[in-house]
């Protein structure tokens, strides 16, 4: 048992060296164990990043115009309105009876023009009289005109389809102008204004597509698009504020909220590596292609031409082509034209303890299960 445990032992510490790229060979003239991964043909774009801030496409801060006394309340906190919605009433009653008293007048004035227009007719009155009659007339209308103004500003109506806010008054609390009552927003499409370095003028162009994320809903992106560019660039910071637009059909997004901003500049098709793959040489830089020879693969050295870089990859202008296999790990030990082991092949951004763990589990067990078979054999021979 002792000797059996001692194997395994034995067998791991041989493994755990030989999946070590430092040592990844099978003796002098053997190829040499390396990890690949593809070249790959992906959707590529210069990107600018920068922080901004929600806010509604249509907001407002709801407040009476007059002081007086709140009758009634016709909504609750986060509630969705529509334009034209009586949100809050206040007091109208002496108002209500100047109108009345106001078309009074008016309906005399009218009865007074209809009885001169004959009479002036038939010269049997005036046309003073009649004049004076319809002055009165228009003089009554513009009065009902007045008072039903006044009318209305005992009224807090939503301007715009929307959301309100928390309500801040109660029915028998008294309304004062500048006192907020509530806020109102239209959520439907929301403004995301951030600035950027003035370097980046020129690629700020009304349309440029923009992705936003947030803090607040991990793993979830907003697509959306450049709508304007402020005139001035602030001569302090240097910088200059953008404003994209985001639809927020499902409403989770609310004003105020930060965003990570991503201008995705110049879209394109690309051919893409990852950085590791890189061999960086004075001004070039080259890769290790793993080319295959018939009986497995071989080393190629290939000078290759970079282009814009972004996390973990580059994008290749020139030198490769797309499903190209490329070294990635293991790269100081793959001599130009030697021969190659492909132990494994990284498509998944996989970490190399993780390709590790692929690439020895399946040797691990069958080395194990040779040696258990072998010392059984062993034991039970005569």
Known sequence: MCRLLLIKMASLLCLFGVSSFAVAQQGPSGP???????????????????????????????????????????????????????????????????????????????????????????????????????????????????????????????????????????????????????????????????????????????????????????GVSYDGELSSVNSRVDPVTRSITARALINNADRTLKPGLLMRVVLRNNPRKALVIQEEAIIHEGKQAFVIVATPDGQGHKAARTEVSLGVRRKGEIEVLAGLNDKDLVVVHGTMMARDGAPLKVQAIERNDETLQQLLDQNQQPVLEETVSQEVITEETQSSAP
């Open 32 to 218: 040499t164990g390396v990890f690949v991964a593809p070249v790959t043909l992906t959707d590529f774009s210069d990107d600018i990043e920068a922080l901004g801030t929600l806010k509604s496409v249509q907001n407002v801060t709801l407040a009476s115009t007059v002081t007086e006394l709140v009758t009634a309340v016709h909504f609750t906190d986060g509630q969705r309105v529509k334009q034209g919605d009586v949100l809050v009433e206040m007091d109208a009653s002496e108002e209500l009876a100047q109108l009345a008293e106001e078309q009074a007048l008016a309906d005399e004035a009218r009865r007074q023009v209809a009885r001169f227009e004959p009479l002036t007719g038939r010269g049997a009155a005036s046309e003073v009289a009649l004049d004076e009659s319809r002055r009165l007339l228009k003089t009554a209308e513009a009065r009902i005109q007045g008072v039903e103004a006044r009318i209305a500003q005992r009224k807090v109506i939503a301007p715009f389809d929307g959301v309100v806010g928390l309500r801040n008054i109660s029915v028998g609390a008294l309304a004062q102008p500048g006192r907020m009552i509530t806020t109102i927003d239209d959520d439907s499409v929301m403004q995301l204004d951030f600035s950027v370095p003035e370097v980046f003028l020129r690629t700020l162009v009304p349309g440029l597509q923009v992705n936003a994320t947030a803090s607040a809903f991990p």
